[in-house]
């Protein structure tokens, strides 16, 4: 009876691992399937969002009319301080030969061009949009509604 009885615990923890090392093994594939569905779910969203020129809007891509190609406006134009809400930014894009400007703000979806009217000066087709220099030589852009104007952008 001795030598059946630490055998017989030996099969019964035998048959314990086995089991255990099953579960072990259908959960880590469990596991495995998650995480490969979440990552799969992360590479289609991660720079999923493209406007209708191409351009990964969740990476800071917008169309430029200008260049004709999708850019990061903070990368490349000169930066205006939105002067309705302090949390938003401007960017102006000059033209190589300086005859129009490409404005991209929250004003304006998508960004507008303006041509040159006169020295420093620029407005939109409309008249509705203004930019000029002020006295100190820095960028403003203004709005026309009802013969009122109104600053809403300034080079900082």
Not at 14 to 35: G, I
Not at 44 to 59: F, M, P, R, V, W
Not at 106 to 131: C, G, Q, R
Request: proline share 2%.
């Amino acid at each position: 009876m001795k030598t059946i009885y630490p055998s017989g615990i030996s099969l019964i923890a035998l048959a314990l691992f086995s089991c255990n090392s099953q579960k072990a093994n259908t959960s880590a594939q469990k596991q495995d399937s998650t995480m490969n569905t979440v990552v799969d779910t992360a590479k289609k969203q991660i720079g999923g969002n493209k406007d209708e020129h191409g351009c990964l809007t969740s990476a800071g891509y917008s169309w430029s009319v200008l260049k004709k190609e999708c850019i990061r406006p903070f990368e490349l134009a000169t930066k205006m301080k939105d002067l309705s809400n302090n949390n938003f930014a401007g960017y102006v894009l000059f033209s190589a030969d300086n005859k129009q400007v490409e404005i991209f703000a929250v004003e304006f979806n998508p960004a507008i061009i303006l041509s040159a009217a006169d020295t420093d000066v620029y407005t939109s087709t409309d008249k509705k949009y203004k930019m000029e220099k002020d006295a100190q030589k820095h960028w403003f852009v203004t709005k026309t509604e009802d013969g009122k104007a109104t600053s809403i952008l300034q080079q900082e």
